[in-house]
DNA sequence: GACACTAAGACGATTTCCGTCTCACCGTCA
DNA sequence: TGACGGTGAGACGGAAATCGTCTTAGTGTC
């Protein structure tokens, strides 16, 4: 899942992770970073032209992509589409309010919580989200449908952590199920009932 | 034992305390304590004519008054000479350590403990806690005495942080009082018997 | 030796930060 | 009412940092 990071490229992300973590996404400059990593602001630049922006995007993605990869690995004996995004769901609600780190990086302050994200973070997870969760669902519904069904969970998640009374207990697997299985699934037509393709 | 703090003085205590907190002491500026205390800069200036250093200086005074006073109220009982050096030793000893606060003040770095101090933070603390234990152990000893006393048991708590593992266990207190006993009362004389004075 | 990659750091431009200043505002008290 | 002390907002010039680019020299590989 994960594109190709060069170990260098690698130590660099965790020093601005280590960096974040002491200083704050807006104290830290990319001497800090530079000087965690044990590398020099000219590798810096050419591994990631663009400066600052392109590092912490970098480090987004790197951290989304760690999570999507922890939730793929949970899910991955389901083969029920119900079954598949209940787990996806609640699994996503609970570990994304408990990755402290995701939500420093998707914040603009140290301050921050998913709670009161900026607006930049939020279409940027909901992105990858939905590109996770499509390559999961595809297979039981067809690409317009799937298209529907991922942009409504993805916001469903996100959105939970935006106003948490509004919305049923997501992280409860119960609450959760009950709520896809009647308000979600039913207004989806799957294509054909065999996942499995042919070729 | 606290001289005197306007309630708008505190306020900007306190906000530079989680100015500090948030960004770590190397990173914070003026105005952001300013801002969250919210305060004008120029006002700021009025009550700590001299800028960072003289704040910050403040606050590391501020912060080890409350700390003494803490103390303070702690051995308030306790009218034996070892049982009042005993008492302090570990309570200090306990205190500094899990005071977190303290040691981000003693520091200049926020990744910094009291295990690994600045070496400008340490005759700081050290001088504090003399004047602070003179002023108690003085009634049981004379001045010279009890001025080697001080300098003897402040340098051995906060030496604790910085090596471990070369001294007693003084957070345990019956370590700390055998340590004393054995090694530091003995070698003071005490010039009268009764504390109480006469006048 | 050619080559790719890097650390160190100089450089100018830009931005931030500092400390001081002025000015308007707002309560208090005579 | 008017003087007065304290405050917030913000302009200002100088100092310091930060940025992004660049050069130079060093290192390991083929």
Redesign the pocket.
Known sequence: MSHLVTP?ELRVLDATKTCCERWGIAKV???DIAAEA??????L??MF?G??DVLFDALRVHELEDFFTRLSAHIHDTTDLEELLVRTVVYATVELRSDDHLALMLASEPGDTLGNLTVQGLPRIIRMASLFIAGKVEPYLDRANAQRLVDLLARLVISYFLAPSDHVDLGDERSARTFITTHILPTFVPPAVQPASTH
Chains 1, 2 share one sequence.
């Open positions: 260098t400059t990319i001497d044990g590398v020099s602001r000219a590798t630049y050419r032209p400066g600052k």
